[in-house]
């Protein structure tokens, strides 16, 4: 047997996972699915845990602060679970320490039982066309946490003196984009984006916005409420082109076979929208169904000036999926700036395994596998889109982290777990603060909350967020020094 590995106790009291021996657990990612399984861990009414969690940012949440759209401000009330789950006995937040750097995996093994690893998919999916790395030409995901105050991206440039953009993709980060481009900045300036993104937005000379979809209406990724919600824009006039909503017949076959309420609901919205007569208002947003992306066209200069996209039709895929294929039909949109909203893809951590074309850290329930032969990974494992890739919504995890916390439960009853040396709570804690002195914790974080909601109010918005590390830990210390 693995020196390593706890055998199956005996004597229950010395178990861990009871009051005399706690559970010791540390979660990397405090997104979503870290704060689910942090939950899952510390409601058990038959398990004692405590739970560290990890976080490279100084700010905790993940995708709920740096990738929901300011304008939807109902989808980020979810962190009120998140405070609760906060308050537990037994939880810890590290933040503005990176598992990797700071610390390794290695490192932390000695201190905990379990690691479970909660970070996402942090890239973007590339087009993989000729002229993608033309200036103005960028992946969604940069230009959302831009605009939400993501301390790494707060100084990238867009240039938004163009007249007309492309957004390429048809799921709910495509909608944001192009519904941000889209808003007034009246309407923008009642939200917590970032102080930076409202002032360029407010200096947009944008006009039209194209959103490209590959696929068929009947095959959009995005969900009712979203697409919805751009029919309504106070400043920009939806189009759909009457012929791209028509279903072709495997697609009618598809959706009638289906009996999907909410997908009949879906193209009842964009039979509506290719019906609109357009209200003259200052800016046009256009939906294109069955189209594809081929290349980007520059300028002297370099920059973006148009996008090449050719005509598609579906056909069986032999799985029972419908797939885009080319036709011999192509335009060019006069387009200046290219957002690709093509998905998200993880990205490989020091210390596991990694399957580089999924993106994902290969994985059974959760149970991390090394090759050869996918041996398990004793004590490691992980949870979230790192787990299964980039699908589904912020309540998925949900789902995501029972099935991960239900094989860590199962190995601790097998007694498959590591023996760490040195399980005592300080004694980690101790251990990181040398490493990284400046360490904020949730208390910390509270106040940071306080601190940027109290500089929204006399504007009417719900924050005003801090944008780099250096504001934050400042505006700590000032408040430290205030006390």
């Given at each position: 047997?693995?020196?390593?590995?706890?055998?199956?106790?005996?004597?229950?009291?010395?178990?861990?996972?009871?009051?005399?021996?706690?559970?010791?657990?540390?979660?990397?990612?405090?997104?979503?699915?870290?704060?689910?399984?942090?939950?899952?861990?510390?409601?058990?009414?038959?398990?004692?845990?405590?739970?560290?969690?990890?976080?490279?940012?100084?700010?905790?949440?993940?995708?709920?602060?740096?990738?929901?759209?300011?304008?939807?401000?109902?989808?980020?009330?979810?962190?009120?679970?998140?405070?609760?789950?906060?308050?537990?006995?037994?939880?810890?937040?590290?933040?503005?320490?990176?598992?990797?750097?700071?610390?390794?995996?290695?490192?932390?093994?000695?201190?905990?039982?379990?690691?479970?690893?909660?970070?996402?998919?942090?890239?973007?999916?590339?087009?993989?066309?000729?002229?993608?790395?033309?200036?103005?030409?960028?992946?969604?995901?940069?230009?959302?946490?831009?605009?939400?105050?993501?301390?790494?991206?707060?100084?990238?440039?867009?240039?938004?003196?163009?007249?007309?953009?492309?957004?390429?993709?048809?799921?709910?980060?495509?909608?944001?984009?192009?519904?941000?481009?889209?808003?007034?900045?009246?309407?923008?300036?009642?939200?917590?984006?970032?102080?930076?993104?409202?002032?360029?937005?407010?200096?947009?000379?944008?006009?039209?916005?194209?959103?490209?979809?590959?696929?068929?209406?009947?095959?959009?990724?995005?969900?009712?409420?979203?697409?919805?919600?751009?029919?309504?824009?106070?400043?920009?006039?939806?189009?759909?082109?009457?012929?791209?909503?028509?279903?072709?017949?495997?697609?009618?076959?598809?959706?009638?076979?289906?009996?999907?309420?909410?997908?009949?609901?879906?193209?009842?919205?964009?039979?509506?929208?290719?019906?609109?007569?357009?209200?003259?208002?200052?800016?046009?947003?256009?939906?294109?169904?069955?189209?594809?992306?081929?290349?980007?066209?520059?300028?002297?200069?370099?920059?973006?000036?148009?996008?090449?996209?050719?005509?598609?039709?579906?056909?069986?895929?032999?799985?029972?999926?419908?797939?885009?294929?080319?036709?011999?039909?192509?335009?060019?949109?006069?387009?200046?700036?290219?957002?690709?909203?093509?998905?998200?893809?993880?990205?490989?951590?020091?210390?596991?395994?990694?399957?580089?074309?999924?993106?994902?850290?290969?994985?059974?329930?959760?149970?991390?596998?090394?090759?050869?032969?996918?041996?398990?990974?004793?004590?490691?494992?992980?949870?979230?889109?790192?787990?299964?890739?980039?699908?589904?919504?912020?309540?998925?995890?949900?789902?995501?982290?029972?099935?991960?916390?239900?094989?860590?439960?199962?190995?601790?009853?097998?007694?498959?777990?590591?023996?760490?040396?040195?399980?005592?709570?300080?004694?980690?804690?101790?251990?990181?603060?040398?490493?990284?002195?400046?360490?904020?914790?949730?208390a910390d974080w509270q106040r940071i909350d306080q601190l940027e909601t109290a500089r929204g109010e006399p504007q009417g918005r719900p924050r005003v967020k801090f944008t780099s590390t250096e504001e934050i830990l400042a505006a700590l210390n000032r408040d430290r020094q205030d006390r």
């Amino acid at each position: 047997m693995d020196p390593e590995v706890s055998p199956q106790p005996t004597d229950a009291m010395s178990s861990p996972g009871t009051s005399d021996r706690p559970l010791r657990v540390a979660v990397i990612g405090s997104g979503p699915a870290g704060f689910f399984v942090a939950q899952r861990l510390l409601t058990r009414p038959d398990l004692v845990a405590t739970v560290d969690l990890y976080e490279r940012l100084l700010t905790p949440f993940g995708l709920v602060r740096f990738g929901v759209a300011p304008d939807h401000e109902e989808i980020k009330r979810v962190t009120r679970q998140f405070d609760k789950v906060a308050a537990k006995p037994g939880f810890r937040f590290f933040g503005n320490v990176d598992v990797g750097s700071h610390v390794t995996l290695d490192e932390l093994r000695p201190y905990y039982d379990m690691i479970c690893f909660t970070t996402g998919a942090e890239t973007d999916r590339r087009m993989g066309i000729p002229g993608e790395d033309l200036v103005r030409s960028h992946a969604a995901t940069e230009f959302v946490a831009w605009f939400n105050g993501h301390p790494e991206y707060r100084d990238r440039q867009f240039d938004l003196s163009v007249e007309r953009v492309a957004v390429v993709g048809v799921g709910n980060v495509a909608v944001d984009v192009a519904r941000i481009l889209s808003r007034s900045a009246e309407e923008l300036s009642t939200t917590d984006i970032a102080d930076h993104a409202l002032e360029a937005l407010r200096q947009s000379r944008v006009k039209e916005v194209y959103m490209l979809g590959r696929r068929g209406p009947a095959q959009a990724a995005f969900t009712n409420p979203e697409v919805k919600e751009l029919g309504e824009l106070a400043g920009a006039d939806i189009q759909v082109m009457e012929e791209e909503v028509e279903l072709d017949p495997l697609s009618r076959a598809e959706v009638e076979q289906s009996d999907d309420r909410k997908l009949q609901k879906k193209l009842e919205i964009l039979r509506e929208f290719a019906a609109h007569s357009p209200a003259g208002k200052p800016r046009t947003l256009t939906i294109r169904f069955l189209v594809s992306p081929v290349e980007l066209v520059g300028n002297e200069a370099g920059q973006v000036e148009g996008l090449r996209v050719v005509r598609n039709r579906l056909v069986a895929d032999g799985s029972g999926r419908l797939r885009p294929e080319a036709t011999d039909q192509s335009e060019l949109l006069p387009v200046g700036l290219v957002f690709r909203s093509v998905g998200y893809h993880g990205v490989p951590l020091a210390g596991l395994p990694f399957d580089q074309e999924r993106g994902v850290v290969p994985n059974e329930r959760g149970r991390v596998l090394t090759p050869p032969g996918d041996a398990p990974m004793l004590g490691v494992y992980v949870s979230g889109w790192i787990k299964r890739g980039p699908t589904g919504v912020i309540g998925t995890n949900k789902k995501d982290a029972a099935e991960t916390v239900g094989t860590m439960l199962e190995d601790l009853a097998l007694g498959a777990l590591r023996s760490p040396a040195h399980p005592q709570p300080e004694t980690v804690e101790s251990f990181v603060r040398q490493r990284q002195p400046a360490v904020v914790t949730y208390a910390d974080w509270q106040r940071i909350d306080q601190l940027e909601t109290a500089r929204g109010e006399p504007q009417g918005r719900p924050r005003v967020k801090f944008t780099s590390t250096e504001e934050i830990l400042a505006a700590l210390n000032r408040d430290r020094q205030d006390r």
